[in-house]
């Protein structure tokens, strides 16, 4: 099949790659360019654990062509972190034990950092919702609510300390 030539910026740093047209996003984060945070749980576009961030929005990089992202800014789990600095999420997720085996955890963080930018200021029942799209077979959800929780408090003082 003949290869495009797409230019796609990943995590501030610009990529000109030739891909087929049917390649997925994900494969091309995880097989050209080496970025294997962003997992695969499924084929029927539930699991989420392929959460990428595509022109500000949560986008599942499994049911979506990296043709499609051709001048798109993206961001993976591994543009979360500033230098050594966790990202708020990242922190929350570690300080509230939001992850066991780790698999959802990518997926997870880069929803939250998105919810968490559409809505600054949630209730339980609207960070349950909010990260519907994400599965996890370890945690029960319940710490995963805590660090969701945990990262909005932190991003709201953040935002008040540069205010
Ligand atoms: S791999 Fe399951 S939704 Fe993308
Ligand atoms: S931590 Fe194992 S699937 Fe979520």
Redesign the pocket.
Known sequence: MAKKLITVTVNGRKHEKAVEPRMLLVHFLREELNLTGAHI?CETSHCG?CTVDVDGRSVKGCTHLAVQCDGSEVLTVEGLAQGSVLHAVQEGFYKEH????????PG?LMRAYRFLQENPNPTEEEIRMGMSGN?????GYQN?VKAVQYAAEKLREQAAATA
Not at 98 to 105: D, E, I, P, R, V
Not at 135 to 139: E, I, Y
């Open positions: 749980g654990a939001g992850l066991q085996c780790g698999f959802c955890t997870m599965l996890c077979r370890c945690t995963i």
